[in-house]
């Protein structure tokens, strides 16, 4: 027995330390329940009649997941910190500081058995007012409850598509008691340090930043409206504001990048000669093509608001009539340049403006047009005989420039089938021998004698031939010049064609990089204001000299821009 007892001591003190423990242990769950006895969660906390329950928010973002811009909705995942006392809730008061005195930590409660403020997210699109997960609440031992559930928000934000892709965008999350009215319920922002939480709160480590867009600004405000009485819901929110820039640099590599490049080559429609006409065209139009493809793109992108065009599809429809341009102006140059003679009559002045003023003003590699130089010609009268010998001379010297050899004969051939057929065989055997010789054969007997009177005779004898002779000569001569006059003509409307295509090119490469230049200007100056609200210069951030307290604050500094 004696061995006995301290053994049974032993068991009674560990028996004892064991229930102490459990006591302790449960004191917690002692308390919930103590708490939990006769509470209603669906009644406000209200200790006496008029009474206002004060609920300070803080909205933390973790991460702006993105921004659709064709239902343009904001998607944002936060927490939303909420914090309000509820009377019924506490135990540093006497008669439960008795029992739970020693109860110095919070309590977590699940947060669906105690009563809820029940702020939701007024500018949702997708019918989730609520928050993603309902997480305990900590309970104060005053009775103060601290609620942080994660949400995943979809709001409403209207976007301004102007000067997409380099826009910026003021989104709003609106949150309102669904059904306390401020008489009841008092929304305000968080305080802390003393001071007003007037931000959207971002914590460096938490947050992921978006690829898209950067967060310019981040104020939050409490909103009274006064259209509304005090009893209407209407009448107080808690607004928080997310200004955000988008990052071009994905459009300028995969739309406008491409766009400009594209255009450009539709200029290059110019380097191709006036009477490649038809490449002209089909390149031009192949370049329209491509840009509608491009336009279908950015169609998609943004919403189907007729308001207004956004900047990128401005470019668009910019290049496109520069190119709608450059396909009328590649017809009209192509009518240009293949006019004859036959078809249109190109008058002087025509001549004067196109061929001479404007080759000369854009400094063309063309020999410009003078009244002179278009005048043909005369061909010496070829009548007398003394002319004659050189009459083989006479016809090199016809001044045409381009004349080849094949047309003469051809022009020859005219002559011969234009003669008498009895003529013909003698023609033909004269071919043979050639006219000249004929002549000269018959001219020689005289020449040979040498007396003037064997000479006459002789010249007598070969005076048809020598008629003949004169006779085609003036024809290939006449035909030649005809058909000189002809191709000069035909040139010269070449040469307008082409006066006509510098002029347009550099008007539309003026055009083209002047307006390139000009819209993406407007895009680089649409800057979000350097304040969050007009008129307003204050920043709603944190003042710098918290900021600075810690290495950890300076990465958040980052984020301040
Ligand atoms: C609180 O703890 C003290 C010592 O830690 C103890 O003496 C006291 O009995 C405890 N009070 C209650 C109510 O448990
Ligand atoms: C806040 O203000 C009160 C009085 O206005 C002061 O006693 C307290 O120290 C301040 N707290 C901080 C953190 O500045
Ligand atoms: C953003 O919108 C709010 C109203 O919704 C307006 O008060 C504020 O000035 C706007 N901010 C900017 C920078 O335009």
Not at 303 to 327: Q, R
Not at 528 to 534: A, E, G, I, R, V
């Amino acid at each position: 027995m004696d061995s006995g007892s301290p053994c049974s001591l032993a068991i009674f003190v560990r028996m004892f330390m064991v229930s102490a423990t459990a006591s302790a242990l449960n004191l917690e769950g002692e308390l919930f329940k103590d708490l939990m006895k006769g509470y209603n969660k669906n009644v406000r906390p209200m200790e006496k009649s008029g009474d206002i329950t004060q609920v300070s928010i803080k909205m933390t973002l973790t991460n702006l997941i993105s921004l659709n811009e064709k239902e343009e909705a904001l998607m944002t995942s936060v927490w939303i910190e909420m914090n309000w006392c509820d009377y019924r809730l506490r135990w540093d008061q006497p008669p439960r500081s008795d029992l739970y005195g020693n109860i110095t930590s919070e309590l977590r409660v699940p947060s669906k058995s105690i009563w809820l403020p029940d702020v939701i997210l007024e500018n949702n699109v997708d019918g989730q007012f609520e928050v993603a997960l309902y997480c305990n609440a900590l309970v104060s031992p005053n009775g103060c409850v601290y609620w942080l559930p994660p949400a995943i928000y979809r709001s409403a934000c209207a976007i301004t598509v102007n000067y997409f892709p380099f826009d910026w965008q003021n989104c709003t999350m609106v949150f309102r008691s669904e059904t306390y009215s401020a008489n009841e319920i008092e929304l305000v922002l968080k305080e802390e340090d003393n001071h007003t939480l007037e931000w959207v709160d971002i914590d460096p480590e938490a947050f992921t930043e978006n690829g898209e867009w950067a967060i310019r600004h981040r104020p939050a405000k409490k909103v009274i409206n006064s259209l509304y009485t005090k009893d209407d819901l209407e009448y107080q929110e808690v607004v928080f504001f997310l200004i955000i820039q988008r990052k071009p640099l994905f459009y300028v590599i995969n739309i406008i990048a491409p766009c400009v490049l594209f255009s450009s080559l539709g200029l290059l429609v110019y380097y191709l000669p006036a009477k490649a006409g038809g490449q002209k065209c089909t390149m031009s139009i192949a370049t329209l093509l491509g840009q509608t493809v491009f336009l279908f793109l950015i169609a998609k992108k943004v919403p189907e608001t007729s308001n207004a065009v956004p900047l990128i599809g401005k470019y668009l429809m910019f290049v496109m009539s520069v190119t709608t341009m450059v396909v009328m102006n590649c017809v009209i140059v192509l009518n240009v340049s293949l006019r004859t003679p036959n078809t249109h009559i190109m008058t002087d002045k025509v001549r004067k403006i196109l061929l001479n003023i404007l080759p000369r003003l854009l400094r063309m590699q063309m020999r410009p047009w003078t009244p002179n130089t278009h005048e043909t010609p005369k061909i010496p009268e070829t009548g007398n005989e003394e002319t004659l010998s050189a009459g083989r001379k006479g016809v090199f010297l016809v001044p045409c420039r381009r004349r080849s050899s094949m047309a003469l004969i051809t022009k020859a051939e005219e002559y011969s089938m234009r003669t008498a057929r009895s003529e013909l065989m003698f023609t033909r055997l004269r071919e043979r021998n050639g006219l000249m010789k004929s002549v000269l054969e018959k001219l020689r007997d005289g020449l040979e004698g040498g007396t003037a009177e064997q000479l006459s005779t002789s010249l007598a004898k070969a005076s048809p031939e020598l008629k003949q002779c004169v006779a085609s000569c003036k024809h290939i001569a006449e035909t030649a010049r005809q058909q000189s006059n002809f191709q000069n003509e035909n040139e010269e409307w070449f040469l307008v064609a082409r006066v006509i295509d510098r002029v347009c090119f550099i008007i539309m490469v003026l055009v083209f990089f002047i307006g390139t230049i000009a819209i993406f200007l407007m895009g680089h100056f649409n800057q979000p204001p350097s304040s969050p609200f007009l008129g307003d210069p204050r920043k709603y951030l944190p003042s710098l000299q918290n900021l600075t307290d810690t290495p950890e604050n300076a990465v958040r500094a980052d984020f301040l821009g």
